[in-house]
């Protein structure tokens, strides 16, 4: 098992940044891809970026690219996401989930094993 907890979620203005942070606990963390999701309102769950587990290769959606950068820290055992430029549409619940690394990274979330509760993120136009 490994638990998640996400942090670093709230509210600000478009054009600002926010950096949220996903603690993980249990197994080996670096054994395991990381993702982040973010679900809007009357919205699917979506893909927003995703980093393997050495940290080497990330994926981002094409939405995000340019403005959102995700990184790790193995010894802390914790994945970030830097989410710089923030439009009112990033409005969403962002989660962080943790895959295999024995299968490529994925963009999809039924890839990933586990996952947090979520921190909202709101940015006011």
């Known amino acids: 098992q490994v638990q998640l907890v996400e942090s670093g979620g709230g509210l600000v203005q478009a054009g600002g940044s926010l950096r949220l942070s996903c603690a993980a606990s249990?197994?080996?963390?670096?054994?395991?891809?990381m993702g982040w999701f973010r679900q809007a309102p009357g919205k699917e769950r979506e893909f927003v970026g995703g980093i393997t587990y050495t940290g080497w290769i990330t994926k981002y959606a094409d939405s995000v690219k340019g403005r959102f950068t995700i990184s790790r820290d193995n010894a802390k055992n914790t994945v970030y996401l830097q989410m710089n430029s923030l439009k009112p549409e990033d409005t969403a619940v962002y989660y962080c989930?943790?895959?295999?690394?024995?299968?490529?990274?994925?963009?999809?979330?039924?890839?990933?094993?586990?996952w947090g509760q979520g921190t909202q993120v709101a940015v006011s136009s």
């Open positions: 249990g197994r080996t963390f670096s054994n395991y891809h």
């Open positions: 989930a943790a895959g295999s690394a024995r299968t490529v990274l994925s963009t999809t979330a039924r890839s990933y094993e586990y």
